[in-house]
């Protein structure tokens, strides 16, 4: 830790920026300020707004108020590019990589145009610049072809080749372990005392504080104070980050029979980005799944469904579960309510009432036909018993809100007669708070039918008010499992910041 | 690059296999005279199929192409009739020249302003010219500069001077795309548009040009098929699909990025070969398009051997990372 005075110049300034996505205010007049030589934590629950924060100070996005300045220089027409001029090197979570090119060809294309070397010496410059940032890749080898670990690596070389005043790093820890986050952090302490800036964003407490100066809490968009590292705990910090405006209601939970069977039992599953599990779920069993964004949870739920490659096995009710394509799952009854409503689990353009009985036209058919009145009356008891507020079933789907769409998409697995599991990720996502409930109180009417579910959420509070159990998955693994009785927001997410004052909550608690 | 040399290899390999086949049946077929004749009739899809593979290097299509040759042959059957002369004989040629500039620079504005996908956009802009074609000349005539074809014909030997113009551009091309600066933020942007911005490329500018170079090339494409004609008419030809398969033969991606101009001039050269070569043995020229096709698919799945194999390969060696230390890691 360098510890910069407040004397030292500012290198990146972002005043009163506010940004929507559509319906969703992201980012409500956050301002956060980097010095010279200093490592500004910038930290939050998921979907807090640090991406998006990241995303403005990087020219990637144009926020719809508020200023950004770099090194003292107004950034006017927001992109990647004029960003780069003034300065910022920014390490993308999702990498700026472009996967086709050799790592030479990528390390080249991320230098400014007046910095590079001549093409044709381009390898040998590749080689000198990896040796220099003790990277153990070779310089012709195609990127595509990297460990995770490895292109996040080259990521933050790459931005650190632009020189910049300020460099953002977001989640660059996510694939490393530890002793890679170790060497990770002596380069970046490097830079540091050669008085570059740096934003670092990250969910894993333990691992930032060990090397921030200052720290800003961002909750649901807005900023929550910066702190002096040294002067502020992980357990206040904590308490800022979950910190909640509105109390949400949930629907009551019956303890499980000691003697309820297996539903669904998954063993050494593993793909490209999670694995090995093991997870068994019971009958009436509603499982949460916890974690930061990336790591793993939402490919591991779309193995189950047949929708992404893995090894290992899954059985559902006994049953081994054929995994290769969505139809054997659905076949042996579990469904997935996938996260991306539009991309996947709506047909947009289509009714509602289509979209509710897609998939279970056979039974409301009689020679092949499909018969309308018993469509209509198969969703209007659903439709009621949902609350989903609409016109008319045959208004197309994209025209209801947010929570009314995910409502549709839940209906279909109560017209099916046979689901035994339903994988549910992020069930309530862009829903608003009253619809909500709705979509809880049929989660768990589902439950008590008999039927398993995993849900996958983002929000530690709505996983430990639905679930009867919560396992955390970090860098693709389960790392902690979290039982009825210790249920609780704040136990979640210090699970997933790693942070080890879970223990000592009871005792000393938030100051 | 090895990779980028199956595609010339392959083509190279066709064309001299054709060839010698059809020569040793048909000694006419290796004649100097016929053998010129291919040349020139290869030139309107050769210099249209080089454009079409730069718009396939950022991930684009342009399916216009073929209705901008012809509106280009109507135009010229205006702006250079056997009357004209001189600098008057100038402005008609550039008055082609900007047809192409102007469909390029529309096409673009569809594709980066509209935010159109390019094979709808490009779809548009060709009713579009097939209309005003129609429009222009409902049936064909009006002569076009005897001049001005003589002279793009000619050749030393047997090989037209405009061959040797064509065979440089392409290896030029290749030398650009694959050993410059420019060449690789071309290709960059072609395999990842998101990252290349990211990396502070203009995206928009590169895609703009590569539209506005295709259009170009199909222009000066419009040229030969003029020479070929000799007279405006409006039918359009089949060079749309055809430089999308010269392109894809000589290597070049769907999903942008990838492509050899050499490649490029090769297959059309091979394409031409097909046509040239079926009126020898009395088949009919249905059989081409049903070679073609089927050649193509072949290709694909040729070319892209190496990604499957190696796809394959990765799905059953599962990437996995240094296990976490369970109970969340804590730092030290």
């Keep these: 830790m360098s510890n910069p005075g407040p004397g030292t110049p500012v290198v990146l300034s972002v005043r009163g920026v506010s940004k929507a996505f559509g319906a969703v205010q992201a980012l409500r007049d956050v301002s956060v300020d980097c010095r010279a030589g200093e490592i500004h934590a910038l930290v939050g629950e998921n979907g807090s707004g640090k991406s998006t924060l990241l995303g403005i100070a990087s020219g990637f996005l144009a926020p719809d108020a508020g200023a950004v300045e770099i090194g003292g220089s107004r950034l006017r027409r927001p992109s990647p590019a004029a960003a780069r001029r003034l300065g910022v090197g920014t390490a993308y979570q999702d990498y700026s990589h472009v996967l086709g090119l050799s790592v030479a060809e990528n390390l080249f294309l991320a230098v400014p145009v007046e910095a590079r070397p001549a093409y044709a010496r381009m390898e040998a410059w590749a080689e000198e610049t990896l040796a220099e940032f003790s990277l153990d890749v070779a310089a012709g080898a195609p990127t595509g072809a990297l460990s995770l670990a490895e292109r996040q690596l080259l990521e933050v070389a790459k931005a650190l080749l632009t020189r910049p005043k300020v460099l953002l790093l977001d989640e660059p820890t996510t694939a490393l372990g530890p002793d890679a986050v170790e060497q990770f952090h002596r380069l970046v302490l490097e830079r540091v005392h050669e008085g570059i800036g740096i934003v670092y964003v990250s969910h894993r407490l333990p691992e930032v504080l060990a090397v921030a100066d200052r720290v800003t809490v961002l909750r649901d968009g807005v900023g929550q104070g910066t702190f002096d590292a040294a002067a502020v705990s992980e357990d206040e910090l904590v308490t800022l980050m979950i910190g909640r405006p509105l109390q949400v209601a949930f629907p009551e939970r019956r303890a499980l029979p000691d003697d309820a069977e297996a539903m669904l039992e998954v063993s050494g599953l593993q793909g490209e980005r999670f694995g090995p599990i093991d997870l068994v779920v019971r009958r009436g069993e509603i499982l949460g799944i916890a974690g930061a964004e990336g790591n793993g949870q939402v490919q591991f739920l779309r193995a189950l469904a047949g929708a992404e490659r893995a090894t290992g096995g899954a059985a559902c009710a006994g049953e081994r579960l054929d995994m290769r394509s969505p139809a054997g799952p659905l076949r042996a009854g579990v469904v997935l309510l996938s996260g991306d409503r539009k991309g996947e689990a709506l047909f947009p353009v289509l009714s509602v009432r289509a979209n509710a009985t897609v998939q279970v036209l056979r039974r409301l058919a009689r020679a092949g036909v499909v018969r309308r009145g018993r469509e209509r009356q198969a969703i209007a008891d659903l439709v009621a018993r949902l609350r989903v507020r609409m016109g008319s079933a045959e208004q197309p789907v994209s025209s209801l809100s947010g929570g009314n769409q995910q409502k549709i998409s839940l209906v279909r697995p109560f017209l099916r007669g046979d689901v035994k599991v339903i994988l549910a990720e992020e069930p309530t996502q862009g829903v608003d708070v009253g619809a909500r409930f709705d979509i809880y109180e049929a989660l768990r009417a589902k439950a008590d039918e008999g039927v398993a579910a995993i849900v996958k959420s983002s929000d530690p509070l709505e996983l430990s008010g ?23 927001e704040r136990r979640i997410v210090e699970a997933i910041v790693g942070s080890r004052v879970g223990a000592r909550v009871a005792a000393g608690g938030p100051a | 690059m090895r990779r980028g040399l199956l595609p010339l290899a392959l083509m190279a390999l066709l064309i001299v296999g054709l060839g010698a086949y059809a020569g040793a049946v048909h000694p006419v077929f290796v004649s100097r005279q016929n053998l010129g004749n291919l040349l020139i009739e290869a030139m309107p899809l050769a210099l249209v199929s080089l454009g079409q593979a730069t718009a396939l290097l950022v991930g684009g299509f ?228 049903m070679t073609i096709g089927v050649l193509i698919l072949l290709a694909l799945v040729l070319y892209q051997a190496p990604e499957l194999v190696a796809r394959y390969r990765a799905s059953r060696q599962p990437v996995v990372q240094a296990p976490a230390a369970p109970g969340g890691a804590p730092a030290a």
């Design chain 2, 62 to 289: 342009d399916v216009s192409v073929a209705a901008l040759m012809t509106m280009c042959v109507v135009t010229a059957s205006f702006t250079m009739t056997p009357d004209t002369s001189g600098a008057a004989l100038v402005l008609g040629a550039l008055a082609v020249v900007g047809v192409g500039l102007a469909t390029g620079v529309f096409n673009a504005i569809l594709i980066r302003v509209l935010k159109l996908p390019s094979i709808v956009a490009t779809l548009g802009t060709l009713s579009i010219l097939e209309g005003a074609s129609l429009a222009l000349r409902a049936y064909p005539t009006g002569a076009i500069n005897f001049d001005v074809t003589a002279a793009l014909t000619r050749s030393v030997g047997f090989v037209p001077f405009a061959f040797v113009g064509v065979a440089m551009l392409a290896l030029l091309g290749d030398a650009w795309l694959y050993r410059t600066r420019t060449g690789l933020a071309l290709r960059a942007v072609g395999l990842d548009a998101r990252s290349s911005r990211r990396l502070g490329m203009a995206t928009g500018r590169t895609v703009l040009l590569a539209f506005v170079v295709c259009s170009l090339m199909a222009a000066i494409a419009g040229f030969y098929l003029g020479a070929e004609v000799q007279i405006g008419s409006p039918i359009i030809g089949n060079q749309a699909l055809e430089s999308i398969a010269a392109a894809v033969l000589g290597g070049a991606s769907l999903a942008g990025g990838r492509g050899s101009y050499l490649g490029t001039l090769l297959a059309a050269l091979f394409l031409t070969e097909i046509d040239n070569v079926l009126p020898l043995f009395q088949q009919p020229t249905e059989y081409a398009d």
């Design chain 1, 466 to 488: 639905l679930c009867d159990r919560v396992v955390v998955m970090s860098r693709g693994r389960i790392v902690e499992e979290i039982p009825a009785d210790e249920l609780g």
